[in-house]
């Protein structure tokens, strides 16, 4: 969910993997990458995902993690989208809510979260259930992969 540029990923068209975001941008979309483009297997939002229940033993969300009151040009919303000030909170709720329904019994929900505007203490109410591990990351650790298991 939210594959984006699929930045993250070593195998950027992996068979087993089905790559799924909202946008879809052409090589030249971004002015610091010419070459970068998002081109997901299916585009879909990730508060509403058309997948059956128990689809995925493996879901990976990535969302954006800009948060701002209007619409912004700067790089990090440009590369990754943004959430919306009014509705993040119910956006991000919404988007693990979707992880949770499509993932199977004993299967693995991966979150990537970036604490630039928002701290993880700040959104932990919204997760789908108990953290079973996670690290921290990057610049200032401030890049959190948070693993969930669905019993």
Same mark, same amino acid.
């Given at each position: $969910?939210?594959?984006?540029?699929? $930045?993250?990923?070593?195998? +950027?068209?992996?068979?087993?993997?089905?790559?799924? @975001?909202?946008?879809?941008?052409?090589?030249?979309? $971004?002015?610091?990458?010419?070459?970068?483009?998002?081109?997901?297997?299916?585009?879909?939002?990730?508060? @509403?995902?058309?997948?059956?229940?128990?689809?995925?033993?493996?879901?990976?969300? @990535?969302?954006?993690?800009?948060?701002?009151?209007?619409?912004?040009?700067?790089?990090?919303?440009?590369?990754?989208?943004?959430?919306? %000030?009014?509705?993040?909170?119910? @956006?991000?709720?919404?988007?693990?809510?979707?992880?949770?329904?499509? %993932?199977?019994?004993?299967?693995?929900?991966?979150?990537?979260?970036?604490?630039?505007?928002? +701290?993880?203490?700040?959104?932990?109410?919204?997760?789908?259930?108990?953290?079973?591990?996670?690290?921290?990351?990057? +610049?200032?650790?401030?890049?959190?992969?948070?693993?969930?298991?669905?019993?």
């Amino acid at each position: $969910m939210c594959c984006g540029p699929k $930045m993250m990923w070593f195998q +950027k068209n992996n068979p087993a993997v089905l790559f799924v @975001d909202k946008r879809r941008c052409e090589k030249g979309f $971004m002015r610091t990458r010419p070459n970068c483009e998002v081109k997901p297997d299916i585009q879909a939002d990730f508060r @509403d995902l058309p997948f059956q229940d128990n689809s995925f033993s493996l879901v990976v969300f @990535d969302p954006p993690h800009t948060i701002r009151a209007r619409e912004t040009r700067g790089i990090i919303a440009e590369r990754y989208g943004r959430l919306v %000030l009014s509705t993040w909170e119910r @956006d991000l709720a919404q988007g693990f809510n979707e992880c949770w329904r499509v %993932l199977k019994s004993n299967g693995t929900l991966i979150f990537k979260w970036s604490e630039c505007d928002k +701290k993880i203490d700040e959104i932990k109410h919204l997760f789908p259930g108990p953290v079973l591990f996670g690290t921290r990351v990057g +610049k200032d650790n401030k890049t959190l992969w948070i693993c969930f298991f669905k019993n």
